[in-house]
């Protein structure tokens, strides 16, 4: 194989009780990236699409990535990256890490896979540390491991993915801003009341519990963020009203998505899905709010190939 184009989907993270933990893969949303074998060493980044990103393979996460993973190999020849971006960059579903984690998982498949989904996520992550500021593997290891994944820990890389009862789906609607993670990072307070850690806890487990049993009650009750948002959702246009017309739309539970400052409101059937968006789209254009807002199953394959030769 000399060359592959991969679909390398974007993801939801934190899902409210499971700051830099819990994400998910999304279906609809993604990056396109094409890697071909070259004849010199080295990476190097052929294009960019879609939105304006530098090409240089010190500051692009796709470079930092697929530099992470040539570390760990000899080869007598190198790469070239074609990325066409179908996410927004700063928007709070993983653009960055579907373009480093595409990166890898292509190169890997052009290699004859000698390394691990978990070496991917490890490679993947040196793009996030780039443009976070911290490592986190929340984003990359849905789009790698597909479905939902609980990252255990980071330290000795323990990723756990969880069931995707079949009908869940979710809105994202983006207020039409950027949000840098590391920005974002920045506003979360750095200690925690243990009441708060208690609660959160709590909360995380029976999200988790609620997927095994597909008790959307349940999830409704698990998802909620006593720590992180509070501090986020100032960066948010209209954030409090759009998850008060989500519940009253019908939503499970809604939030900031990553570090917004996009938002995700969790649905099991379309028709609700469509009245959520149609109530939150009613909301932003009777305040002048430019947005974005698509539904989304849940993608439970991650990134996938699209051709090969
Ligand atoms: N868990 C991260 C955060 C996701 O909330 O900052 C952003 O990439």
Redesign the pocket.
């Known amino acids: 194989m000399e060359s592959i184009k991969v679909f390398s989907p974007g993801s939801i993270?934190?899902l409210s009780c499971g700051?830099?933990i819990l994400g998910m893969c999304l279906e609809s949303r993604g990056d396109e990236i094409t890697v071909s074998k070259t004849g010199k060493k080295g990476v190097t980044i052929k294009s960019i699409s879609g939105f304006d990103l530098t090409k240089d393979i010190n500051e692009n996460v796709s470079g930092i990535a697929a530099q992470s993973l040539l570390s760990k190999i000899n080869l007598d020849h190198g790469f070239e990256i074609e990325i066409n971006k179908g996410i927004k960059p700063g928007s709070g579903i993983?653009s960055s890490a579907a373009s480093s984690a595409g990166t890898v998982f292509a190169i890997n498949q052009l290699l004859n896979s000698p390394f691990s989904l978990l070496d991917l996520v490890k490679f993947s992550m040196e793009g996030?540390k780039f443009v976070?500021g911290a490592y986190?593997a929340?984003?990359v290891a849905p789009i790698i491991f597909g479905g939902i994944t609980l990252v255990r820990t980071i330290d000795d890389l323990d990723i756990i993915p969880l069931p995707t009862p079949e009908d869940l789906e979710v809105v994202i609607v983006r207020p039409n801003i950027e949000i840098k993670?590391a920005d974002?990072?920045k506003v979360v307070k750095k200690k925690v009341k243990i009441e708060k850690m208690t609660q959160q806890s709590a909360n995380l487990g029976s999200f988790v519990s609620s997927l095994y049993s597909k008790d959307y009650d349940l999830m409704s009750r698990s998802v909620i963020d006593q720590v992180v948002e509070p501090d986020r959702a100032v960066l948010i246009p209209e954030f409090e009203k759009i998850k008060m017309i989500s519940k009253l739309s019908g939503s499970i539970a809604a939030g900031i998505s990553?570090?917004g400052p996009s938002i995700f409101s969790l649905s099991n059937n379309r028709v609700t899905s469509n009245n959520i968006l149609d109530k939150i789209s009613d909301h932003y254009n009777s305040m002048d709010i430019d947005f974005d807002g698509f539904i989304s199953k849940v993608n439970s394959g991650g990134i996938k190939i699209i051709e090969s030769k």
């Open positions: 993270t934190n700051y830099d993983g996030e976070s986190h929340d984003n993670t974002s990072r990553g570090s």
